[in-house]
């Protein structure tokens, strides 16, 4: 009896071990691609490949609306944020001059981060429904924000070779993100141009419409035969000319993230 005891507390030890070893293998994993991804936005932030975007910057900063009259703008490239080990990703458009061109973070500040980060919490990938500020605790979880472009465009719209020079940020993102299965492109362009990136990373990709409320799988045949697959689902920008005149509803954008749980809880 004591003999078979002692193996039971020998099997127990060596199964500890190897869960402690597993655990640490884990944290040593996820301590490298929190600092790939750290290195990754360190390069965004230092960016200025773009000479129209970095004049802008300046001129938002030395003309500060009342409201924010005194202000310290951030008025630099916007690095992305989030959960490194997100199974989503929330692709915008590009920062606002007064959000988070402002304050530093993407949709941060500005009423379409308001719609975004209030459904991100309502369904449980945000740690409080609003965020005003970078310091402000804000955190999300399984989910990753990125941008089509990372500097706020004079009239919200940035140049096509502007787009070009922000996508190696984007592919990047694309390759360190191994876990995401839902991408979320904010609006047409964002969508346009989150399927000519996965495209250029081997997706094969016909010709997709968009509309509001798309479900997209997408598969690529990776290295050694593993096939990756992510799912496309569409929505309207939440910006304020779309909420305001009724194009996007609360309904209509809560119901993306309704979907969103749906594939997450179905395996991806």
Not at 17 to 27: D, G, Q, V
């Amino acid at each position: 009896m004591e003999e078979g005891c002692g193996y039971i507390d020998l099997g127990l030890q060596i199964s500890g071990l190897i869960f402690s070893i597993f655990l640490l293998l884990n944290e040593m994993s996820m301590n490298d691609l929190t600092r790939k991804l750290g290195e990754l936005q360190e390069k965004v932030i230092q960016c200025n490949q773009c000479p129209r975007l970095v004049t802008y910057l300046q001129e938002i900063s030395s003309h500060q609306p009342r409201r924010y009259r005194g202000e310290v703008y951030w008025s630099k490239p916007l690095p992305s944020f989030g959960d490194p080990n997100a199974r989503v990703l929330i692709v915008g458009l590009a920062p606002a001059a007064q959000g988070g061109n402002r304050t530093g973070r993407m949709f941060t500040g500005d009423r379409s981060g308001e719609w975004l980060f209030n459904a991100l919490y309502r369904f449980g990938f945000a740690n409080q429904p609003n965020s005003l500020r970078k310091d402000d605790g804000f955190k999300l979880s399984d989910c990753y924000i990125t941008a089509t472009i990372r500097c706020a465009p004079p009239q919200n719209k940035p140049l096509p070779e502007e787009i070009e020079n922000c996508r190696t940020y984007f592919l990047k993102e694309l390759d360190l993100l191994e876990k995401v299965k839902v991408i979320i492109p904010l609006g047409q362009i964002a969508f346009m141009q989150t399927l000519k990136s996965l495209r250029l990373k081997g997706f094969d990709i016909p010709s997709l419409p968009f509309s509001h409320g798309k479900l997209y799988p997408l598969s690529l045949r990776a290295q050694h035969s593993e096939l990756r697959t992510v799912t496309l689902i569409t929505t309207y920008h939440p910006s304020q000319q779309n909420t305001q005149t009724g194009r996007l509803t609360r309904a209509m954008f809560h119901q993306i993230f309704k979907k969103v749980r749906g594939k997450l809880e179905d395996g991806g």
